[in-house]
Nanobody, 116 residues
């Protein structure tokens, strides 16, 4: 059983910043990749950012490149998403995930709302 818990969402003005945190627990198996997805109202969920344990392989969806930073501590099942220069289009529920033995596990999400 895997438990993934996110925090850090909130309401922010355009140009503001938020930092999301996520911790995965409940399994002793290795976590190959962690990251974040988001789902805006009426839209499909999209992958936002991923990171390997070493941090040597990252991914960002083009719309957030240069604004978001993903990080984690090597050897720990925690991941962070620093979101800078937030835009109204960033408004969504942000979900943390962990790739455990080739299967993705998702948290319940944290709401990020960027005002216009």
């Amino acid at each position: 059983q895997v438990q993934i818990v996110e925090s850090g969402g909130g309401l922010v003005q355009p140009g503001g910043s938020l930092r999301l945190s996520c911790t995965a627990s409940g399994r002793r198996s290795s976590i190959y990749v962690m990251g974040w997805g988001r789902q805006a109202p009426g839209k499909q969920r999209e992958l936002v950012a991923t990171i390997t344990d070493s941090g040597s392989s990252n991914y960002f969806v083009p719309s957030v490149q240069g604004r978001f930073i993903i990080s984690k501590v090597i050897g720990k099942n925690s991941v962070y998403l620093q979101m800078n220069n937030l835009k109204p289009d960033d408004t969504a529920v942000y979900y943390c995930f962990a790739d455990i033995s080739g299967q993705n596990y998702w948290g319940q999400g944290t709401q990020v709302t960027v005002l216009s």
